[in-house]
């Protein structure tokens, strides 16, 4: 009786140290830690070259956050109600090799419960290398490379419509769009993303016949473009195209302003600068007519889009760009649905869900093929007009027109 008394006493002290640890005993003796939160883990480029790119991203990881806790949570079937979520971050400096270390301490040591992708293109990459090894699913964002459909990662999501074959094949459509373009110009920065570009859009011009009367690639660190920009301006050709990354693009687009080539005489594509802000606070009216890649602006009737837009204007003093800032938080919806749709925050039931489902997001319907590439939201361009951004390609997305310049009119 004694020895039957001590026993019991022996496990009452062992359920309420469990309980004060946060574990949960069930029947048959297996235990089980009781969930609070939701811990999600991502590497972010807070400093370095990759910083200003990596803003709107941050302020959209933090706009979905702060809301999803509003509303109590994520609902978790597993433990049957809705959890809280928190961040654990790390600055890698913008340097890939941070970045990789960072997704090892955030997986090794932090333990966090889930991950958030990181800033850019190369990081995505160098991450993607490494998740079969943590086991952790990634709902990529801000990645966009010829380079990614050549690996074979399981564990990354592609959540863009920036890859180059897809977005120049449209590019090419709109300018098919208006039969008075017969000549164009093409400048092209040297690194990867831009020079995909350009190699997609050369054979799709010739299908076209659209005769390209310049083609230059010019040094990341240039600071003068005017030579190439005047030579340009006595070709007169009807399109500028201007393959830039967004510390070339300001210059570029500057300096062909100097030059006598506007907006309103040329139709011009900036491929990123322009989807930054500071591109409006630098430049004012002479942005409009500009034209830019994009994943969505609020004209396109997508779920979840104008309240978007709207509530990250009064949270950030600052209208979102379309790039980074749709990107950043539709990812983030889709791992939101994910979880709640597997009921569990297992990494590897999660990653299957991501594969085999449809998830509604501020970037429309997406769904995501064999090889992980979001095959659902359509490559789009937005312009300038009137002081803001609006999607103008392609026309089912919008119902707004290309503003041409006079000459193409």
């Given at each position: 009786?004694?020895?039957?008394?001590l026993?019991?006493?022996?496990?009452?002290?062992?359920?309420?140290?469990?309980?004060?640890?946060?574990?949960?005993?069930?029947?048959?003796?297996?235990?089980?830690?009781e969930?609070?939160?939701?811990?999600?883990?991502?590497?972010?480029?807070?400093?370095?070259?990759?910083?200003?790119?990596?803003?709107?991203?941050?302020?959209?990881?933090?706009?979905?956050?702060?809301?999803?806790?509003?509303?109590g949570?994520?609902?978790?079937?597993?433990?049957?109600?809705?959890?809280?979520?928190?961040?654990?971050?790390?600055?890698?400096?913008?340097?890939?090799?941070?970045?990789?270390?960072?997704?090892?301490?955030?997986?090794?040591?932090?333990?966090?419960?889930?991950?958030?992708?990181?800033?850019?293109?190369?990081?995505?990459?160098?991450?993607?290398?490494?998740?079969?090894?943590?086991?952790?699913?990634?709902?990529?964002?801000?990645?966009?490379?010829?380079?990614?459909?050549?690996?074979?990662?399981?564990?990354?999501?592609?959540?863009?419509?920036?890859?180059?074959?897809?977005?120049?094949?449209?590019?090419?459509?709109?300018?098919?769009?208006?039969p008075?373009?017969?000549?164009?110009?093409?400048?092209?920065?040297?690194?990867?993303?831009?020079?995909?570009?350009r190699?997609?859009?050369?054979?799709?011009?010739?299908?076209?016949?659209?005769?390209?009367?310049?083609?230059?690639?010019?040094?990341m660190?240039?600071?003068?473009?005017?030579?190439?920009?005047?030579?340009?301006?006595?070709?007169n050709?009807?399109?500028?195209?201007?393959?830039?990354?967004?510390?070339?693009?300001?210059?570029?687009?500057?300096?062909?302003?100097?030059?006598?080539?506007?907006?309103?005489?040329t139709?011009?594509?900036?491929?990123?600068?322009?989807?930054?802000?500071?591109?409006?606070?630098?430049f004012?009216?002479?942005?409009?007519?500009?034209?830019?890649?994009?994943?969505?602006?609020?004209?396109?009737?997508?779920?979840?889009?104008?309240?978007?837009?709207?509530?990250?204007?009064?949270?950030?003093?600052?209208?979102?760009?379309?790039?980074?800032?749709?990107?950043?938080?539709?990812?983030?919806?889709?791992?939101?649905?994910?979880?709640?749709?597997?009921?569990?925050?297992?990494?590897?039931?999660?990653?299957?869900?991501?594969?085999?489902?449809?998830?509604?997001?501020?970037?429309?319907?997406?769904?995501?093929?064999?090889?992980?590439?979001?095959?659902?939201?359509?490559?789009?361009?937005?312009?300038?007009?009137?002081?803001?951004?609006?999607?103008?390609?392609?026309?089912?997305?919008?119902?707004?027109?290309?503003?041409?310049?006079?000459?193409l009119?």
């Amino acid at each position: 009786m004694k020895t039957s008394r001590l026993i019991v006493i022996g496990v009452v002290v062992l359920v309420i140290a469990g309980v004060s640890a946060g574990i949960i005993f069930y029947a048959g003796g297996t235990a089980e830690e009781e969930k609070n939160y939701i811990e999600l883990g991502f590497s972010f480029s807070k400093t370095g070259r990759l910083a200003p790119n990596g803003v709107p991203e941050w302020r959209s990881y933090q706009l979905w956050k702060e809301e999803v806790n509003e509303d109590g949570g994520i609902y978790v079937e597993k433990y049957d109600k809705k959890l809280p979520v928190r961040y654990t971050w790390h600055d890698d400096g913008s340097s890939t090799e941070e970045v990789v270390k960072n997704y090892k301490k955030l997986v090794n040591k932090d333990h966090v419960d889930l991950l958030l992708a990181p800033v850019s293109t190369t990081p995505h990459i160098a991450v993607s290398k490494i998740l079969p090894q943590l086991e952790m699913p990634i709902v990529g964002n801000t990645a966009a490379s010829m380079e990614l459909r050549e690996m074979e990662s399981k564990w990354m999501f592609y959540t863009t419509s920036c890859i180059p074959d897809k977005q120049m094949k449209a590019f090419a459509e709109m300018l098919d769009s208006n039969p008075k373009i017969e000549k164009v110009a093409i400048i092209t920065a040297n690194n990867s993303f831009a020079t995909q570009n350009r190699r997609q859009l050369l054979p799709r011009l010739n299908e076209r016949q659209i005769e390209v009367v310049y083609d230059k690639i010019y040094p990341m660190d240039v600071d003068d473009l005017t030579p190439i920009l005047s030579d340009i301006k006595n070709k007169n050709p009807d399109v500028l195209i201007a393959l830039h990354q967004p510390q070339t693009g300001f210059i570029a687009f500057g300096q062909s302003l100097k030059v006598g080539i506007t907006p309103k005489t040329t139709l011009m594509l900036n491929l990123i600068g322009p989807g930054l802000y500071a591109w409006e606070n630098s430049f004012g009216p002479a942005t409009n007519g500009v034209v830019l890649m994009s994943q969505a602006t609020p004209e396109i009737p997508w779920p979840g889009l104008t309240e978007f837009w709207d509530a990250y204007e009064e949270r950030w003093g600052q209208r979102p760009s379309p790039l980074n800032s749709v990107l950043g938080y539709a990812s983030c919806e889709v791992l939101k649905q994910a979880i709640e749709k597997t009921g569990t925050l297992k990494p590897k039931e999660i990653k299957d869900t991501i594969g085999t489902s449809e998830f509604e997001t501020i970037q429309g319907t997406i769904r995501y093929d064999e090889n992980n590439f979001n095959v659902t939201t359509p490559a789009n361009f937005a312009q300038w007009q009137g002081g803001k951004m609006v999607t103008v390609w392609p026309p089912e997305l919008s119902s707004v027109e290309i503003q041409w310049p006079d000459p193409l009119k």
